[in-house]
């Protein structure tokens, strides 16, 4: 018998990659998702008929009830969130809605129809930043942007759901995905696509901040591995070990694609811009099994090539 996953966000970047995935292994889905600018149904065109869909906004608590009491998932993988930064420091309120509204209307519905586990992605980004060392699950909460508050939020309350109901609740944070569909205004497929269009790639200050750039099949491979080894109550951290410079990774692609580093344009800095995120994963690996196995340099090959590969996607999305 096949476990019924729940899956939200499932047309976003992430939750796509997961379900290529999960559904090849012994899983059922029902995805739910807003398709909001970030949402996109061509990700899932792969697997077609094989998952039930519903475009609902995970803040309407009637609709997500009425799901929760047809489809009686065993399992919630909960990736729907608005997730960029610089989105949020312009305006949060579509943050706060879906980030922190939304993750407690779906605790709410898991608790009342007895969901058996409810894995929360969460982000590196709830830490804070941190110049040296790492940071481990037990690190304090310190986020710095709105849409990291948002995220730290909805840790909070599902702890506390954790804590006061003995919800089957888990956390994952993974560090900075990248991959193949991601929307272009994260940096990777930006600096692609506005070199495909031969124009500047925008680059914060001197592009000195620090990320722990982590392959998208690697994340979602660890989403299920949690999914089926995970411990109840427990967080995990997601990282890859891959720490690179964005001016690096910048300077990386234009290689790869044979263009001049005149391409880059420095502007001002995102306000409140965090220096560096780094995560131990030991945990994971050691209670999972799990661990990266594409380095940062194959997995901007592989990513590079994908967008040659769908231009004309990756072109009609990229608004600047
Ligand atoms: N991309 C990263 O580098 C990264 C790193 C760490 C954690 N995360 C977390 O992983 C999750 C997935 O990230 P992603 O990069 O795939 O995001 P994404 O922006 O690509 O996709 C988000 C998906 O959620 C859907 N959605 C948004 N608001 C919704 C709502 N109110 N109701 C229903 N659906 C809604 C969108 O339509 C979209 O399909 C997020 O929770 C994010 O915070 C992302």
Redesign the pocket.
């Known amino acids: 018998m096949k476990t019924k996953i729940l899956v939200?966000?499932?047309?976003?970047?992430?939750?796509?990659e997961f379900l290529r995935q999960a559904l090849g292994k012994s899983y059922k889905a029902i995805v739910?998702?807003?398709?909001?600018?970030?949402?996109?149904l061509e990700r899932l065109k792969e697997i077609d008929g094989k998952y039930r869909f519903y475009k609902?906004?995970?803040?309407d608590k009637a609709k997500i009830d009425s799901i929760f009491k047809k489809e009686r998932p065993e399992a919630v993988i909960?990736?729907?969130?608005?997730?960029?930064v610089d989105r949020s420091i312009k305006d949060a309120f579509?943050f706060i809605?879906?980030?922190i509204k939304?993750t407690f209307i779906l605790l709410d519905a898991s608790r009342k129809y007895k969901v058996k586990k409810f894995i929360h992605?969460?982000?590196?980004?709830v830490y804070g930043d941190i110049e040296k060392g790492r940071f481990s699950e037990n690190s304090a909460l310190k986020p710095n942007s709105p849409?990291a508050a948002s995220?730290a939020a909805a840790d909070l309350l599902l702890k506390a759901y954790i804590r006061t109901y003995s919800f089957p609740g888990i956390i994952v944070?993974?560090?900075?995905?990248?991959g193949p569909w991601?929307?272009p205004e994260?940096l990777i497929p930006l600096a692609v696509s506005q070199v495909l269009r031969n124009k500047k790639i925008p680059v914060y200050a001197k592009g000195k901040n620090i990320r722990e750039w982590?392959y998208v099949q690697d994340?979602a491979k660890a989403i299920i591995k949690v999914l089926e080894k995970g411990r109840i109550g427990e967080i995990y951290n997601i990282g890859s070990n891959q720490e690179r410079q964005n001016i690096a990774v910048v300077k990386d692609i234009l290689k790869i694609l044979g263009k001049k580093e005149n391409l880059i344009q420095f502007v001002k800095d995102r306000p409140g811009h965090d220096i560096r995120y780094r995560l131990s994963s030991g945990k994971i690996t050691k209670e999972t099994g799990w661990r990266p196995s594409v380095n940062f340099e194959q997995g901007l090959k592989y990513t590079l090539n994908w967008c040659k590969e769908h231009k004309e996607w990756l072109l009609t999305r990229n608004l600047r």
């Open positions: 939200t966000g499932g047309a976003g970047f992430i939750g796509s739910v998702d807003k398709l909001t600018y970030a949402g996109d609902i906004d995970i803040c909960h990736f729907a969130a608005e997730t960029h579509s809605e879906t980030n939304g992605i969460s982000t590196d980004e849409y995220k944070r993974p560090s900075n995905n990248y991601q929307y994260k982590l994340c």
